[in-house]
């Protein structure tokens, strides 16, 4: 029986003096594995203060069957729930076929709404010399800077870096989900996301953080700088900013071995950005932030400086940045419970397919008397369990359909291997993390893990795969609906032939205890 992990609060994570607002405890009280199981009154209190908020999602008619298969997925892990249904937008700079729409109304249980781009939030500004732009496109492309030759490329990452916020379709909601056709939700979401954003003062939620290509945003960082100049006033006094600047000692760690090349973001000063952003094809935030004052005076002072054409400024780094200038970072949150797959970036949660008769053990150790000792405690809980587990074992993928990933996982992927940059010494989201995630094991060495063939991120004490990191639940409460807090358990040592020997422990394991139930009963 899956359950998605609780993370930790990051290092640096300050309360704002309101005892109310603990996300931990919210995600423990309001994670409900059957919503059918709860009385009607405490349905219809949560129906009747549903958050308002959309799906959100920009598309072209093309993208026809990538986006059915989202809409299906997300529908299946989260919003087909009587709890959710929560609205789709869909945002075209074209009008949407006739076909799209029978196709994704056929596949969802909610309200979806089609709206067509305005032409002023998806064409050249006034400003922008279309000579120049023509340049610029055709030097990006010989750089290889992908897809920047195309000009809808660069009206899309413009419209979803602040534009997309003040479309009029969106001003009744106050939160959305970024949702992308051809990604891969793979594990179930237990709980409302908006709700959780919203009880607990959320502004920005991701579950990925990347390295990005220097290559396109070269004058980004000095734009934003210039910006914190002229505003100190919108720059919000417990911002954190430290985890996406370079620190003197990363001026000595290269990814590669050459240099980097003149005129891409050289570490000429402490404070300079190390290019570590959130990646915003999965983002939940608030409306209210990105239309507001600061966001938008920020936006409009990068479009004003032409970086949305004349470079590629994108909507993750220019996303990264206002959230972590105008925000406390206790207004973020990282979604490390929620699987999400898009093309070669994902985030896979580490997660246990618990059985429900207690506590985990060291399945080497397990003695044949502590078998039948539980399975005395705990025969109506194993009576439940198989029953459960014959209704569900067709369509396994429901409770997460994917293998556990490391916390490190994906890192480099947007900068090409044969690109040379400095990067950070640890990766972007450890860095955001802090504390205990940056600590090494004695003795580990970049420098061997770069001449082993790897990318030197590695020798971490805390590799992200460890369950005892995050309060798990597998005790059912009330109405059965409900989890609360429960023991921990630590994986055995990572390495391959551990990981076969506890798989093939565990099959076992579960077989024995299947048949000892079935002679039982």
């Not at 349905?43 to 920009?58: E, T």
């Not at 039948?372 to 198989?386: N, T």
Request: net charge neutral; aromatic share 14%; hydrophobic share 35%.
């Amino acid at each position: 029986m899956f359950m998605q992990p609780i993370p930790e609060r990051p290092d640096g994570y300050h309360d704002d003096g309101r005892k109310q607002l603990d996300p931990l405890k919210w995600l423990e009280d309001n994670s409900y594995m059957n919503p059918a199981k709860l009385s009607s009154g405490r349905l219809l209190d949560l129906q009747s203060s549903q958050p308002r908020a959309a799906m959100v999602s920009l598309v072209n008619n093309s993208d026809i069957v990538s986006m059915v298969h989202t809409i299906s997925q997300l529908e299946a892990r989260f919003n087909s729930q009587k709890l959710h249904r929560y609205d789709w937008v869909f945002f075209n700079n074209e009008e949407f076929s006739e076909e799209f729409k029978a196709a994704v109304l056929n596949v969802s249980s909610s309200r979806c709404f089609f709206e067509r781009i305005p032409k002023d939030h998806w064409s050249l500004p006034g400003w922008i010399d279309e000579a120049k732009f023509a340049v610029t496109r055709k030097f990006l492309q010989d750089t290889g800077v992908g897809k920047q030759w195309l000009e809808s490329h660069h009206h899309m990452s413009r419209w979803n870096a602040g534009l997309f916020a003040l479309e009029s379709r969106l001003q009744d909601y106050e939160w959305y989900w970024r949702i992308e056709p051809g990604v891969q939700y793979t594990c179930n979401i237990n709980y409302d996301v908006f709700r959780f954003m919203r009880d607990n003062n959320m502004a920005y939620g991701f579950n990925m953080a990347l390295l990005e290509d220097t290559r396109s945003f070269p004058s980004l960082w000095d734009r934003t700088k210039s910006f914190k100049l002229s505003h100190p006033n919108m720059v919000h006094p417990e911002a954190d900013m430290s985890w996406a600047l370079h620190k003197p000692k990363d001026s000595q760690h290269i990814i590669r071995s050459a240099s980097t090349p003149a005129g891409y973001n050289i570490l000429t000063e402490e404070e300079e950005h190390n290019n570590c952003q959130f990646y915003s094809n999965f983002e939940v935030g608030s409306l209210e932030y990105f239309r507001g004052q600061e966001h938008q005076t920020y936006f409009e002072h990068l479009d004003r400086s032409g970086g949305f054409y004349y470079e590629r400024f994108g909507d993750a780094p220019v996303h990264t940045l206002s959230v972590n200038l105008f925000l406390p970072k206790r207004r973020v949150w990282y979604f490390r419970d929620i699987g999400y797959t898009h093309a070669f970036c994902q985030n896979c949660p580490p997660h246990v397919e618990k059985l429900m008769y207690g506590p985990e053990q060291d399945l080497k150790k397990i003695r044949v008397s502590e078998f039948s000792a539980s399975l005395r405690r705990h025969r109506k809980q194993l009576d439940e369990h198989r029953k459960h587990f014959e209704r569900e074992r067709d369509a396994p993928s429901l409770y997460c359909g994917h293998t556990i990933g490391g916390l490190d996982r994906d890192n480099s992927r947007l900068v090409p291997y044969d690109y040379k940059q400095k990067t950070p010494f640890h990766t972007c989201i450890r860095l955001w993390l802090g504390g205990k995630w940056l600590l090494k094991k004695r003795g580990w060495s970049r420098q061997d893990g770069v001449a082993l063939g790897d990318d030197g991120y590695g020798g971490y004490l805390v590799d992200g795969l460890e369950t005892d990191l995050f309060r798990q639940s597998n005790t059912l409460e009330g109405d059965g609906s409900v989890l609360s807090p429960s023991s921990q358990w630590r994986p055995p040592v990572d390495n391959s032939e551990s990981a076969f020997s506890t798989r093939l422990y565990s099959w076992l394991y579960f077989v024995l205890m299947t048949l000892i139930v079935a002679t039982m009963a």
